[in-house]
Nanobody, 120 residues
Framework: VQLQASGGGLVQAGGSLRLSCKASGRIFSIDVMGWYRQGPGKQRELVARFTYDGTITYADSAKGRFTISRDNAKNTEYLQMNSLKPEDTAVYYC???????????????WGQGTQVTVSS
């Protein structure tokens, strides 16, 4: 299983970006889809997350500005980021907790990270 993230880039403060993350390979079911980020000199932190029952969790810093969504048929998740701020600058990682067969355990998979840079 591989997760391929895309959509990062350089944007001015107040601008928008949309990140995408597609999972490929043998996938039986996906339990959790989420986005994390790691800013310079900081630990990786949760930005937004979907659980299997549709519950969505946002970091306080993302509420009202970011929207997580998914396309189950395409095993793809998205993160729409609006009103971006310089403090949103980070490498963004997608994450999926999934299993590859009925009897397999759920495991965490990570994308390669995509850089988001917000200039002031």
């Amino acid at each position: 299983v591989q997760l391929q993230a895309s959509g990062g880039g350089l944007v001015q403060a107040g601008g928008s970006l949309r990140l995408s993350c597609k999972a490929s390979g043998r996938i039986f079911s996906i339990d959790v889809m989420g986005w994390y980020r790691q800013g310079p000199g900081k630990q990786r932190e949760l930005v937004a997350r979907f659980t299997y029952d549709g519950t969505i969790t946002y970091a306080d810093s993302a509420k009202g500005r970011f929207t997580i969504s998914r396309d189950n048929a395409k095993n793809t998740e998205y993160l729409q980021m609006n009103s971006l701020k310089p403090e949103d600058t980070a490498v963004y990682y997608c994450n999926m907790r999934l299993k590859v067969s009925l009897y397999a355990a759920f495991s965490d998979y990570w994308g390669q990270g995509t850089q988001v840079t917000v200039s002031s």
